[in-house]
């Protein structure tokens, strides 16, 4: 399957595999980010991706950021063909710890993956 990505920053390499066998995109941030202890932050993923038809893209918190103390608003997310935007995904962090968390450019935070769907009838 063929799927169209943007990257917005060139120096960040593109979603990848992590193996051979392994089908979850890596998703990193694109700058470096603070959050404050019960504070939200936007997080974004460095890509602009069109979904195709007849499939979701499912992205969910990787469990290293989630030891960070940090979750995505609304947990995971799935996106269709219908939500095919110009705009860059991003995620809404929340820092759930008692601590201020920090999200490095180009750390891993989320996972991404295409799934096949089809409409219930």
Same mark, same amino acid.
């Given at each position: 399957? =063929?799927? +169209?990505? $943007?990257?917005?920053?060139?120096?960040?390499?593109?979603?990848?595999?992590?193996?051979? !066998?392994?089908?979850?995109?890596?998703?990193?941030?694109?700058? !470096?980010?603070?959050?404050?202890?019960?504070?939200?932050?936007?997080?974004?993923?460095?890509?602009?991706?069109?979904?195709? =038809?007849?499939?979701?893209?499912?992205?969910?918190?990787?469990?290293?950021?989630?030891?960070?103390?940090?979750?995505?608003?609304?947990?995971?997310?799935?996106?269709?063909?219908? !939500?095919?935007? $110009? !705009? +860059?995904? /991003?995620?809404?962090?929340?820092?759930?710890?008692? +601590?201020? /968390?920090?999200?490095? $450019?180009?750390?891993?935070?989320?996972?991404?993956?295409?799934? =096949?769907? +089809? $409409?219930?009838?």
């Amino acid at each position: 399957m =063929k799927v +169209e990505v $943007k990257r917005i920053d060139k120096s960040l390499p593109l979603p990848s595999y992590n193996s051979k !066998d392994t089908v979850k995109l890596g998703l990193t941030s694109r700058k !470096d980010i603070i959050i404050e202890a019960r504070e939200t932050h936007s997080v974004p993923l460095n890509i602009i991706v069109a979904v195709p =038809k007849g499939h979701l893209f499912i992205i969910s918190p990787t469990d290293e950021i989630t030891q960070k103390g940090i979750t995505f608003s609304g947990g995971t997310l799935i996106l269709d063909s219908s !939500d095919n935007k $110009k !705009d +860059e995904l /991003a995620l809404r962090a929340f820092n759930f710890s008692g +601590e201020r /968390a920090m999200i490095l $450019k180009g750390e891993v935070v989320a996972y991404g993956a295409f799934v =096949k769907a +089809e $409409k219930a009838s």
